[in-house]
């Protein structure tokens, strides 16, 4: 099994739709959760930090639950720029002073218009 | 500007060639690292430096090696032990257990 695992799409969505991800992680000693974006043929960006309360940024919400060991992020108003794929990242600390990322193989959005 | 710079943009290797990525960033970080991303994957680790004349393997460090020897360069080699090199290559830097943030990518081509 994948330590991170996300339904890969591709997700199809018009112009003006709300659109979720999920994404689930198998270490239970993980400890910090994020959501990147990468676009074709392109570096991955951070697009936001996932905290166990949820939190949102503009139209991107995105949360935590840590008994079911999943994320989520949701799109609402879906423009045709947020087309990318979206990777669920995890992060892990080992020896106390490196942090390692965990990559979901990322999930394809295509919004039409 | 502060950032990560790799170059080049893309990588030619001939049948046993050894070729060199070059990662440079002026943030500051101490932390580098070093992926790979094949089409279908996710990032996988292959190097990651914590402070300068120190590194440690990722999850997949045969036929690479790297060096640390500036805290602003991380550059990664691509050794003729490396039977599959054709990726896209990705170097990382963080101040310690903060945020990765990315260069722009190698992408390497095996002729």
């Known amino acids: 099994r994948k330590e991170v695992e996300q339904d890969p799409g591709p997700f199809n969505v018009p112009e003006g739709a709300t659109v979720a991800f999920n994404c689930t992680y198998s270490?239970?000693?993980?400890?910090?959760f994020f959501w990147y974006r990468q676009d074709c043929r392109k570096e991955p960006k951070l697009l936001m930090s996932?905290?166990?309360s949820g939190n949102e940024d503009g139209r991107f919400t995105a949360q935590l639950n840590r008994a079911s060991q999943y994320i989520s992020l949701l799109i609402r108003d879906s423009k045709l720029s947020d087309s990318a794929t979206y990777l669920c990242?995890?992060?892990?600390?080992?020896?106390?002073?490196?942090?390692?990322?965990?990559f979901g193989t990322g999930t394809l959005l295509a919004v039409q218009p | 500007d502060g950032g990560i710079t790799q170059s080049p943009k893309y990588l030619f290797r001939k049948e046993g060639q050894n070729v060199t990525l070059s990662c440079e960033q002026n943030?500051?970080?101490?932390?580098m690292y070093w992926y790979r991303q094949d089409p279908g994957q996710g990032l996988r680790l292959i190097y990651y430096?914590?402070?300068?004349?120190?590194?440690q393997k990722g999850d997949i460090a045969e036929g690479y090696s790297v060096s640390r020897e500036k805290k602003e360069s991380f550059p990664l080699t691509v050794t003729s032990a490396q039977k599959n090199p054709t990726a896209f290559y990705l170097c990382?830097?963080?101040?310690?257990?903060?945020?990765?943030?990315f260069g722009p990518g190698t992408r390497l081509l095996v002729l």
């Open positions: 990382a830097s963080s101040a310690g257990l903060e945020t990765q943030y």
């Open positions: 270490n239970s000693a993980s400890q910090s």
């Open positions: 996932v905290y166990s």
């Open positions: 990242v995890v992060n892990r600390v080992y020896g106390g002073a490196t942090n390692k990322l965990i």
């Open positions: 943030l500051n970080h101490d932390a």
């Open positions: 430096s914590q402070i300068v004349n120190d590194f």
